[in-house]
């Protein structure tokens, strides 16, 4: 039987995507991170060598990003990245944010005692990895918790189009995001509470808040790093192994 994950994705056997998915994750991350700029080509052999898959797979993540407008497909130069803005970062979050408060909204109306638990385990042991200082253990985390209550939603239409919108945003250095620790020790057990009380209006709102405040730290980071500026003083770097 098949089975699917908390954003209504099918999941491979061992959980693993499709080999052009994972290549596409990859090359998704690095663009939106601002690893890979605007006007870079990726070359497909870069990319399989630095995914560790072959052309074929290499080739057909590019054109997964192609689909979703990351990327652009140049005659007889290959594919380049292609411009997004301040406001694409933004209304990335905004879709994000209405579909993640309406999961939120649902999860309160009939959210178990049993779930209430685990989110509040993962509160403890957020707070301890942010002691620790475990990154990645942060990131990883901060999913299962959304993951918790988008299964408590019990809306898989609802979370496979949250899934779609999710995977344009980068997470690989979510813990790194100035700001976005700090806030989330604080707002996710204010969310806990409100799906406690079952007090769904106020569940969905902080939901909402809690990803559309993201925008702006994302796009502070991005803008330390450069990326609205002076894009056409490297077009073919090669960051993260990607471009040619």
Not at 188 to 215: F, N, Q, T
């Amino acid at each position: 039987m098949a089975t699917y994950d908390a954003w209504g994705r099918r999941e491979r056997a061992g959980g693993r995507q499709p080999l052009p998915m994972e290549v596409a994750s990859h090359v998704r991350e690095l663009i939106l991170s601002g690893e890979v700029r605007p006007g870079a080509f990726l070359r497909v052999e870069r990319v399989a060598e630095a995914t560790g898959v072959s052309s074929t797979p290499a080739r057909e993540g590019l054109f997964v990003l192609r689909s979703e407008g990351l990327v652009r497909l140049v005659p007889r130069r290959g594919f380049m990245v292609a411009p997004f803005t301040r406001q694409d970062v933004r209304d990335l979050f905004w879709a994000q944010a209405q579909l993640s408060g309406q999961l939120a909204t649902r999860a309160a109306q009939r959210i178990t005692p049993e779930r209430i638990g685990r989110l509040e385990a993962m509160l403890e042991e957020f707070q301890t990895a942010v002691t620790t200082g475990e990154p990645q253990h942060i990131t990883a985390l901060g999913h299962r918790f959304h993951r918790e209550i988008n299964l408590a939603a019990d809306a898989r239409r609802l979370s496979l189009l949250l899934r779609s919108v999710v995977r344009h945003l980068p997470d690989r250095f979510y813990a790194a995001i100035e700001g976005q620790v700090a806030a989330t020790r604080t707002e996710h057990p204010e969310l806990v509470e409100a799906l406690r009380r079952h007090e769904a209006h106020r569940a969905g709102e902080l939901m909402r808040e809690h990803i559309l405040a993201g925008a702006d730290r994302l796009i502070e980071v991005l803008e330390g790093r450069g990326l609205w500026r002076d894009l056409q003083e490297e077009p073919d770097g090669d960051p993260g192994g990607a471009a040619r």
